[in-house]
T-cell receptor, first 111, second 114 residues
Framework: GDSVTQMEGPVTLSEEAFLTINCTYT??????LFWYVQYPGEGLQLLLK?????DKGSNKGFEATYRKETTSFHLEKGSVQVSDSAVYFC??????????FGEGTQLTVNP | NAGVTQTPKFQVLKTGQSMTLQCAQD?????MSWYRQDPGMGLRLIHY???????DQGEVPNGYNVSRSTTEDFPLRLLSAAPSQTSVYFC?????????????FGPGTRLLVL
């Protein structure tokens, strides 16, 4: 079945550091890929998405590229801020099917 | 738009009690779903609905019932609560079940079963 594997956390960085959170997936067909973010005490919000191979999703300085050849969708940001501290979820969704989430990666950014 | 709303925000139950978690959306979305979030396990799908009158089971449906009598509402029922159902529950909706459609999440209901 479909599955998503995320980089294990927690991840702790200093402000302005470079961020990478790895995400790989297993799926039949060509799913859409998503990154969701969950701030403390809140629900999940869409951060970015890509719907086909080689698409790059971007938002708020975060980027991720849909790599079909490596079945990956790694999240990157060039310079993190304290306000980026949250839990990040990678997810996939084949057309007509359900959203499957990874386990989530806790990011803490220190001043 | 209020988006996806959930009530209550927090609930404590005793084992064997029943309750209904409410979920509503005002975006005219056809697809709605319920997830539970547990530490180290991400979000797992409980039940989902592709439209009024149509529901189906997700990954972890046991102990939960749903119904979808209107497009707007998708309540989740616990008939006899168990400590294993202690979790945070999220309702979500999207325009359709198309792969690229974004799901919008409610703020969550934190449930503690003693």
């Amino acid at each position: 079945g479909d599955s998503v594997t995320q980089m294990e956390g927690p991840v702790t960085l200093s402000e302005e550091a470079f961020l990478t959170i790895n995400c790989t997936y297993t799926a039949t067909g060509y799913p859409s890929l998503f990154w969701y973010v969950q701030y403390p005490g809140e629900g999940l919000q869409l951060l970015l998405k890509a719907t086909k191979a080689d698409d790059k999703g971007s938002n708020k300085g975060f980027e991720a590229t849909y790599r079909k050849e490596t079945t990956s969708f790694h999240l990157e940001k060039g310079s993190v801020q304290v306000s980026d501290s949250a839990v990040y979820f990678c997810a996939l969704r084949p057309s007509g099917s359900r959203l499957t989430f990874g386990e989530g990666t806790q990011l803490t950014v220190n001043p | 738009n209020a988006g996806v709303t959930q009530t209550p925000k927090f609930q404590v139950l005793k084992t064997g009690q029943s309750m209904t978690l409410q979920c509503a959306q005002d975006m005219n979305h056809e697809y709605m779903s319920w997830y539970r979030q547990d530490p180290g396990m991400g979000l797992r799908l409980i039940h989902y609905s592709v439209g009024a009158g149509i529901t189906d089971q997700g990954e972890v449906p046991n102990g939960y019932n749903v119904s979808r009598s209107t497009t707007e509402d998708f309540p989740l029922r616990l008939l006899s609560a168990a400590p294993s159902q202690t979790s945070v529950y999220f309702c979500a909706s999207s325009y359709s079940s198309s792969g690229g459609e974004t799901q919008y999440f409610g703020p969550g209901t934190r449930l503690l079963v003693l």
